[in-house]
């Protein structure tokens, strides 16, 4: 197997708006051997972000935001999204720092311990996004209202769930977007080891 390559021939911005479009004149290795002919390809770029599963061991229950997503919209789905609180890392910012600053901003909660999950590509064939994923613990006596950014356009609600009902959404086939889904299949893999690692509140 010879060594993959890529060569880039060209790459300019095709479109900026609230997101941006590079458009990439490009060739690579092949599996055979040699190069590929000239390939146009487009890639949507929008950052890297990073979501946290709110999880309060004390109650067994996950903290979850409501919010309308313009592409679910698009797809067909459900425009309002049941998600992990999540956001793009700013210059300087760590993944974790994030996680914080958005479960204010998103839940109005103030988050503890903090432990990775996952990191993957959002859509590999044409978006140059990651989303970095952790699960992180809340006290979700007093979650709850509506929060957000008003500047950012954001209308959030916050919902609690108890544990047995995020489980039985995950095989029910009843979240429909890619980083909850991730997050709450590996709280189901975890979760006794979870609160093992984090006793109850004195």
């Known amino acids: 197997m010879t060594e993959h390559k890529v060569e880039i021939l060209s790459r300019q911005t095709a479109y900026k708006g609230y997101f941006r479009i590079d458009s990439i004149r490009l060739r690579h290795s092949l599996f055979a051997g040699g190069m590929s002919p000239e390939l146009t390809r487009e890639v949507f770029e929008r950052g890297h972000a990073v979501a946290g599963l709110l999880y309060d061991p004390d109650a067994d229950a996950v903290v979850l935001v409501e919010q309308f997503r313009v592409g679910a919209w698009s797809a067909?789905?459900?425009?309002?999204?049941?998600?992990?609180?999540?956001?793009?890392?700013?210059?300087?910012?760590?993944?974790?720092?994030?996680?914080?600053?958005?479960?204010?901003?998103?839940?109005?909660?103030?988050?503890?311990?903090?432990?990775?999950?996952?990191?993957?590509?959002?859509?590999?064939?044409?978006?140059s996004e990651t989303?970095?994923?952790?699960?992180?613990?809340?006290?979700?006596?007093?979650?709850?209202?509506?929060?957000?950014?008003?500047?950012?356009?954001?209308?959030?609600?916050?919902?609690?769930?108890?544990?047995?009902?995020?489980?039985?959404?995950?095989?029910?086939?009843?979240?429909?977007?890619?980083?909850?889904?991730?997050?709450?299949?590996?709280?189901?893999?975890?979760?006794a080891e979870l609160r093992r690692l984090w006793p109850k509140r004195p």
Not at 82 to 106: H, K, M, N, Q
Request: aromatic share 6%; hydrophobic share 45%.
């Open 131 to 191: 989303v970095e994923v952790f699960c992180a613990r809340v006290d979700s006596r007093h979650a709850g209202g509506i929060h957000g950014l008003p500047e950012e356009g954001e209308d959030i609600r916050v919902v609690v769930l108890p544990y047995a009902e995020l489980e039985r959404k995950v095989f029910a086939g009843g979240i429909g977007n890619a980083m909850t889904l991730i997050a709450a299949q590996w709280l189901v893999l975890n979760r």
């Open 76 to 127: 067909g789905m459900p425009a309002w999204e049941l998600e992990c609180i999540a956001g793009i890392i700013e210059d300087g910012e760590t993944p974790e720092a994030v996680v914080r600053r958005e479960a204010e901003e998103e839940s109005g909660l103030v988050v503890g311990d903090v432990v990775p999950v996952a990191r993957y590509l959002s859509s590999p064939g044409g978006s």
